[in-house]
């Protein structure tokens, strides 16, 4: 039986992304979707944590690293973040 909102409602969207979350892989393989508007905070222990703002907690495949470029070009696409130079920095 599959859980209520394990799954996303529709792939359709830039690349078959699904609008507004941002697609992360568990540790176990399985995939899932998180919005990443509610990620609080991203740890290394040496699995990548993901909290959310509701204290739910994810183990993910993708390093902290990747996780925090794909915030980032959510982020972008939705006009939240300003250009970013090569360092990384805000401009």
């Known amino acids: 039986m599959q859980r209520y909102?394990?799954?996303p409602r529709s792939t359709e969207g830039r690349g078959g992304e699904v609008s507004g979350v941002i697609a992360l892989k568990r540790i176990n393989g399985s995939d899932?979707?998180?919005?990443?508007?509610?990620?609080?905070?991203v740890?290394?222990?040496?699995?990548?944590?993901?909290?959310l703002t509701n204290g739910?907690?994810?183990?993910?495949?993708e390093?902290?690293?990747e996780i925090i470029t794909k915030v980032q070009?959510?982020?972008k696409q939705v006009g939240l973040l300003g250009l970013v130079s090569r360092r990384g920095d805000m401009v």
């Open 63 to 65: 390093s902290p690293e």
């Open 56 to 61: 739910h907690k994810y183990v993910i495949r």
């Open 73 to 75: 070009d959510f982020m």
């Open 32 to 41: 899932i979707w998180l919005n990443p508007m509610l990620i609080e905070s």
């Open 5 to 7: 909102g394990t799954e």
């Open 43 to 51: 740890e290394r222990t040496p699995d990548s944590i993901v909290t």
